[in-house]
């Protein structure tokens, strides 16, 4: 672009970067970031799992039950009756999606394994319970 500064003779050209596309650019990444990211999904309840030496990562894609230390049972963040779970699991997807039970570590074996039992009537045909890798 000219720039004219009154004197006809020093009429000079400057270099200019267009922002424009590079703000578009910044965006569209931005969006498509946001849109790809995969959000972890917590259990909104605090739960201290038990250490397992074979613990292993299972699918993004899951059913999360949490079983807090007083025997309450939660899932998306709100407490149901043991009873619900069936109709729960049943609900989503048919039982097709694995369960993951995030247990707290206090929690006596018999409620776990009625968890585990109640998941089994509504459907689920991959019952997993939440560990965290490393020495017990």
């Known amino acids: 672009m000219k720039y004219f500064d009154g004197n006809e003779e020093a009429l000079e050209t400057r270099a200019e970067i267009n922002m424009s596309p590079l703000i578009d650019?910044?965006?569209l990444l931005l969006i498509f970031f946001m849109v790809t990211a995969v959000f972890v999904q917590e259990?909104?309840?605090k739960v201290d799992k038990p250490r397992?030496?074979?613990a292993d990562s299972v699918a993004q894609e899951n059913l999360l039950i949490t079983l807090a230390r007083d025997g309450s049972v939660h899932y998306g963040g709100r407490e149901v009756l043991p009873s619900q779970l069936p109709?729960?699991?049943?609900s989503v997807q048919g039982g097709v999606l694995p369960v993951v039970i995030v247990a707290d570590e206090e929690v006596p074996t018999g409620t776990l394994v009625h968890i585990i039992d109640l998941c089994r009537l509504g459907g689920a045909v991959e019952v997993n319970i939440a560990a965290n890798k490393g020495k017990p």
């Open 25 to 27: 650019m910044t965006f």
């Open 52 to 54: 397992a030496a074979t």
């Open 87 to 90: 109709s729960i699991v049943n």
């Open 43 to 45: 259990s909104g309840v």
